[in-house]
């Protein structure tokens, strides 16, 4: 029961955010919203948070509706909330963009903030990169699913394209890069060879959720 509760509550999660990547409706996307800014010195500060899910783009802050506006990259902080949304401050990573689907390169995210969905031995968040979409002739915000895990040598990351559509040798392309990310966990990595587009990620996130 437990199981299968789970795995409904990760399929909704994730139609919410294939709604999120086209729709953007998170409170502070437009608007300011109430909220916490946290320092890499476990300081924070509560205030007014304004901020666009996009690679490299700034958090404004500010006190409250008459205190000037301070701008923070993700690297000057540790992290932000704004009511259940819990974001961190990543840095140094590849995703899947623009230029994944025709190409098979994959794009570079110095810093950004992204949403955390669950921590534990392997973290898991939501990351948007925006790009340009060489066929539709238009900007593009794409969403991808970001496992973390830490090592020796620091942070090490895996990418999961979510809502993309791709051959089936570009997708095998992302399993490899997975595979090689769960070494260390042969149940997820020999999943992994199995799972298809539509429903990967569901899976994938089920087991990370059960790791011990």
Do not use: C
């Not at 506006?69 to 623009?98: C, H, M, W």
């Amino acid at each position: 029961m437990v199981r299968l509760f789970g795995r409904i509550f990760i399929v909704l999660t994730l139609v919410i955010f294939i709604s999120y990547a086209r729709a953007q409706p998170y409170p502070f996307a437009r608007d300011f919203a109430k909220g916490v800014i946290y320092f890499p010195d476990s300081t924070q500060k509560s205030g007014l948070i304004k901020w666009f899910p996009a690679q490299e783009e700034k958090l404004i802050f500010r006190e409250n509706e008459k205190a000037p506006k301070q701008k923070f990259p993700p690297e000057e902080l540790a992290g932000f909330q704004v009511d259940t949304f819990k974001f961190r401050s990543i840095s140094g990573f590849q995703v899947y963009g623009n230029d994944f689907a025709l190409l098979g390169k994959m794009s570079e995210i110095n810093h950004t903030f992204g949403q955390l969905l669950d921590s534990g031995k392997v973290n898991s968040y939501l990351v948007y990169y925006s790009g340009y979409n060489a066929l539709a002739g238009s900007a593009q915000s794409y969403l991808n699913i970001l496992f973390e895990k830490k090592t020796d040598s620091g942070f090490v990351y895996a990418a999961y394209p979510v809502a993309m559509r791709m051959k089936d040798k570009k997708f095998e392309k992302v399993k490899d890069n997975l595979q090689s990310f769960f070494r260390d966990y042969p149940e997820i990595a020999e999943k992994i060879k199995t799972i298809q587009q539509q429903d990967g990620v569901t899976e994938i996130l089920n087991m990370v959720r059960r790791l011990e």
